[in-house]
């Protein structure tokens, strides 16, 4: 019995100790609860932190077309203006000179509605010189200046202008010097294709054969090879513009000369006129460029442009002189009668006797074509010197015809011609210039 109780007495566990294990206990559950949720918390940061990660981002659309132009102003080391197309082919005007003449400091001469030539800061077109990729380019005009109605928009990534002189230009001009650029495929990351096509009508309608209705296609293609050493890319171009034009005129049309049969100091007008001028415009344009790249340090690029424009229209007219019928040996000199004026003394109406209406018919065609290719070649050596070597061929060909034919009604009785119609004009030229 004895044995027993002694036996009890080694195994019973004292409240104290019993209170330790049980302390023990509860502290390791904590610590191993906090551990677990120290791990969870830091797995689901690294989550967030890999959501909010960015790999690249991408602006496109009008947007990147105003940051590549502010862009290239806050770069450059002289005073320039730039425009940039938001993407291949979508500068949004008919040609280049639309895009240019928005410009700060630059405007647009329009011909028979198209913007043709550019001033800037004022200067005549002639004062300023124009670079394609850099290199000077002939014209169609009839001076230096170069006629941009030849360049589609669809076909140039951007415009540089050089407001101030800058010695890495080989060609300038004393107002400025225009650089357009088309595009090179090795700055694009991936394969680009554009497709666009438009229409347009002409409010006047059509008449003499002429429709009153255009079009205007282009297509473009941008891609990259082994292993993005190489890029070629490839830009078309077709556009057919109607020519519709009404013109209503009067000469003089505040003279207060005397005029048989109007009161003196009667407000009246020394002719009239009528026109209607109906014919198209078509041009075609192409441009290739293939660009080779080994290398960080050497870049090479090939590239051509080649347009071709066709201008043809017809205009006929109906003109007559209420000043002079023909010379003074006339039967009878012009005279007015049954006369009406206004109150403020300027004619409205009557009827004018002895009068020789002329009728004018003008036939006009024009042929432009523009033919540039060079090949640069950039190389760059470790110690910051970089070695620029550029050959380059423009030509440009226009061939025009001008007729004009002029038909009057005879007087009755000798007079100073006595036919009733003069022949016609013609006058060709043809011009083509190299560079």
Known sequence: MKTSHASRELFRVQPVAAGCLVTLALMAGAAHAQQAQTEADKAAAEKAAADRQLETVTVTGIRRGIEAAISVKKNSDSIVEAVSAEDIGKLPDVSIAESIARLPGLSAQRVAGRAQVISVRGLSPDFATTLL???????????????????????????????????????????????????????????????????????????????????????????????????????????????????????????????????????????????????????????????????????????????????????????????WNGGDDAPAGLNWSNPTTNANGTQTGGTLLNAYPLVRGMYNKRDDKIVATGWNNKLKFESGL?????????????????????TQLSRVGAGRWTTSSWPSTRVTSRRSARA
């Open 133 to 323: 990729n850099g290199r000077e380019m002939v014209s169609t005009g009839d001076n230096r200046s170069v006629e941009f109605d030849q360049y589609p928009s669809e076909l140039l990534s951007g415009v540089v202008v050089y407001k101030t002189p800058d010695a890495g230009l080989v060609g300038q001009g004393l107002s400025g010097t225009i650089d357009m650029q088309t595009v090179r495929p090795l700055n694009f990351s991936n394969r680009v294709v554009t497709l666009n096509a438009r229409g347009q009508r002409n409010s006047l309608g059509s008449a003499a054969n002429a429709s009153a209705t255009g079009n205007r296609l282009s297509a473009s293609y941008i891609d990259q090879f082994a292993d993005r050493t190489i890029g070629v890319s490839l830009g078309y171009v077709h556009q057919e513009t109607p020519t519709q034009e009404e013109q209503v005129g009067l000469y003089e049309p505040w003279d207060q000369s005397a005029r048989t049969g109007l009161a003196a100091g009667t407000y009246n007008s020394g002719g009239i006129k009528a026109l209607r001028r109906t014919g198209k415009t078509e041009r075609d344009a192409l441009m290739g460029t293939i660009e080779f790249r080994p290398t960080k340090n050497w870049t090479s690029v090939v590239d051509g442009f080649w347009t071709k424009a066709k201008a043809e229209d017809t205009a006929n007219q109906f003109e007559m002189s209420m000043t």
């Open 386 to 406: 970089s070695l620029t070597a550029d050959v380059n061929y423009s030509r440009a060909t226009r061939s025009e015809i001008n007729l004009e034919n002029n």
